[in-house]
């Protein structure tokens, strides 16, 4: 594996599970701490600006974060925008955030492959 893709140590992980009304978040470090554990928030303008919020607070109160990876099922149209929303935060920009759309079905294979 080239040095460039490793996951750094100091990166905050954020899961999104996506759907038309409700959006699931998860957050966590590379050693599995949770710092946000099955967090609902409506798939709205104010939800995302609401999940922006809950991962700055995590990011400003532990500050041995420095990147931000976010993961997101691309689950039909539903998690667009919040991807955009995302990715072009000026709030998380200083934390090299990076946004990836996941497919469903390899998601599901993974969530197999772990129980």
């Known amino acids: 594996m080239k040095e460039k893709n490793r996951l750094p140590l100091n990166a905050f992980f954020v899961g999104i599970d996506i759907a038309s009304r409700i959006h699931v978040i998860s957050a966590l470090d590379f050693n ?21 919020s809950l991962i ?3 990011l400003t109160a532990n500050h041995q974060f420095k990147y931000v990876v976010i993961g997101m099922e691309s689950t039909g149209f539903y998690g667009v925008h919040l991807a955009n929303f995302l990715s072009s935060s000026e709030l998380l ?11 469903p079905k390899e998601v599901k294979k993974l969530q197999e492959i772990l129980q």
């Open 32 to 52: 599995q701490q949770f710092f946000i554990k099955m967090k609902p928030v409506e798939n709205t303008q104010e939800g995302a600006v609401l999940l922006e």
């Open 93 to 103: 920009t200083p934390f090299s955030v990076r946004v990836y759309c996941l497919n």
């Open 56 to 58: 700055v607070d995590v």
